[in-house]
C-alpha cells in the first residue's frame, strides 16, 4: 500500500518522532505497521478482523497503544507538516460524511393515536 518513494520520505520522519530506539526491535517493521493501520482505516474492520497476512492484530494493536501512550502521532503529524509534505491534510469527519446504519433510515414513524387511559397515567 505504501509506495516505496512515499516510505522513503515517511521513514526518517518515523524513526525522529520516535525519539528513541532503546529495547530490542520488534517482529513488525514500522512499514508493516502502517500498512495494518491504513488497513483497518480504509476497511473499517475491527482489530480482531484484521488479515493474518498484515500481522496478528494484537501485536498491531499494542503498537498502537504504545505510539499513543508516548506521543509519537502527534510529533509525527508535526514533523510532516513541517516538511515537505504539503499533502498532508488534517481529516475532519462530519455526520455529512459518516453513514447511518442500514436500520437508522426509512423506518416508519410511530403514529398511532394516544389512548385516554396513556395519557391520564402520564400526568
Known amino acids: ?6 516510505w522513503r520520505l515517511l521513514k526518517p520522519a518515523i524513526e525522529t518522532a520516535k525519539h528513541s530506539a532503546a529495547g530490542a526491535p520488534g517482529a513488525m517493521s514500522d512499514r ?8 483497518l482505516y480504509r476497511t ?16 498491531v494493536y499494542m503498537k498502537f497503544r504504545r505510539w499513543e ?6 510529533r509525527l503529524w508535526k514533523r510532516l507538516q513541517a516538511e515537505g509534505f504539503a499533502e498532508a491534510r488534517s481529516l475532519f469527519i462530519d455526520s455529512t460524511t459518516v453513514r447511518a446504519h442500514p436500520h437508522a433510515a426509512g423506518a ?6 394516544i389512548r385516554l387511559w396513556d395519557a391520564l397515567v402520564a400526568d
Do not use: N
Not at 500500500?1 to 512515499?6: A, D, F, Q, W
Not at 501512550?69 to 502527534?74: D, K, L, Q
Not at 416508519?108 to 393515536?113: F, L, M, N, Q, V
Open 1 to 6: 500500500m505504501i509506495r516505496e518513494e512515499i
Open 32 to 39: 508493516d505497521f502502517l500498512e495494518a493501520l491504513l488497513y
Open 44 to 59: 473499517g474492520c475491527p482489530w480482531r478482523d484484521l488479515p493474518p497476512s498484515m500481522g496478528y492484530w494484537h501485536a
Open 69 to 74: 501512550a508516548r506521543g509519537v502521532w502527534p
Open 108 to 113: 416508519p414513524k410511530k403514529t398511532a393515536p
